[in-house]
């Protein structure tokens, strides 16, 4: 029979003293505050062999003892731990034991750390499991908690994120409605306002994609009375000749305006992206003569 690990020695020593029975001079509190620091001890040495998700269950089994033991901010940051663990291999693991995280943050009103988680689970949402709408529904949690506790940077951070997840699900008017929360919320900072253009120039070509130039230039108006600068800058004019290029059904005039941006402004993945939908849209588009 191969020699048990360390870990697995700490493990089977913290599930031992979870399951014992309490004697006479000690508590149940104590006995699970004991187990809880053997599940951490084992869960570390899970990870010096890199078993990352025995590593996680063994944090999750801390965190069980120190809810047991009525210590939430251990049990908060044993989950967290948790997370980290099976960030690396589980991440469906990894969000269940964010969300248990969040729970305990919430209820110690510590909403600015349950926003880092939230965001945290968004970016699992996004980049491991490619649930686009489930990212967006966190990032918006994030925000608004974000928002909560002042961070207003952080929070318009997240909006944008989930604006540009909007818009990649073709939730065209939710994405305008977000962009646009972000510009207000830009315009009154000197920091932020030169920002301003690129969220609505997104908001803009949401509205094209929704194959709708006439909100597009009732938008563009909007903004223009907000920020009297903007109507002169590169964005505006670019999406001005789109609008004209989309109406007269000229395809090349579109390409060429996109061009033409391009060399001076290098487009970024989701703008290609928005931009091709456009486009599509004009091919698709009967002219009328």
């Known amino acids: 029979m191969p020699a048990k690990s360390p870990a697995q020695t700490l493990l089977e ?3 031992k003293k979870a ?5 006479w001079f000690s508590s149940a509190s104590t006995k699970f505050e004991e187990a809880g620091d053997l599940y951490q001890q084992a869960a570390n040495a899970f990870k010096i062999d890199k078993q990352f998700k025995e590593a996680g269950d063994a944090h999750a089994r801390e965190a069980e003892c120190r809810e047991k033991s009525n210590e939430p901010n251990e049990a908060a940051q044993a989950w967290w731990n948790a997370a ?12 269940q034991a964010l969300s248990q995280t969040i729970t305990h943050l919430t ?3 510590r909403f600015r ?7 945290e689970i968004g970016q699992i949402y996004l980049q491991e499991l490619q649930d686009l709408r489930k990212a967006c529904e966190s990032f918006e949690r994030a925000a608004e908690w974000y928002a909560q506790e002042d961070a207003a940077a952080t929070a318009s951070a997240c909006y944008k994120d989930a604006a540009d997840l909007h818009a990649e699900i073709e939730e065209y008017p939710q994405a305008i409605a977000r962009y646009e929360q972000v510009a207000d919320s830009s315009l009154n900072s000197p920091l932020t306002r030169y920002s301003v253009k690129e969220y609505w120039l997104r908001a803009s070509l949401c509205a094209l994609a929704m194959g709708d130039p006439i909100t597009a230039k009732r938008n563009l108006n909007k903004y223009s009375s907000l920020d009297t600068t903007f109507s002169s800058t590169r964005e505006a004019k670019f999406v001005n000749i789109l609008i004209d290029a989309i109406e007269a059904g000229d395809e090349e005039a579109f390409t ?3 061009f033409e941006f391009d060399q001076v402004t290098k487009l970024d993945n989701w703008k290609t992206n928005i931009l091709l939908k456009i486009k599509r849209g004009i091919q698709d588009e009967p002219v009328l003569r």
Do not use: H
């Open 13 to 15: 020593k913290a599930d």
């Open 19 to 23: 399951n014992s029975s309490t004697g």
């Open 84 to 95: 980290k663990a099976y960030k690396r291999t589980n991440p469906d693991l990894a969000i």
């Open 107 to 109: 209820q110690g009103g």
């Open 113 to 119: 750390q349950a926003a880092d988680r939230e965001k």
């Open 256 to 258: 060429g305006a996109v």
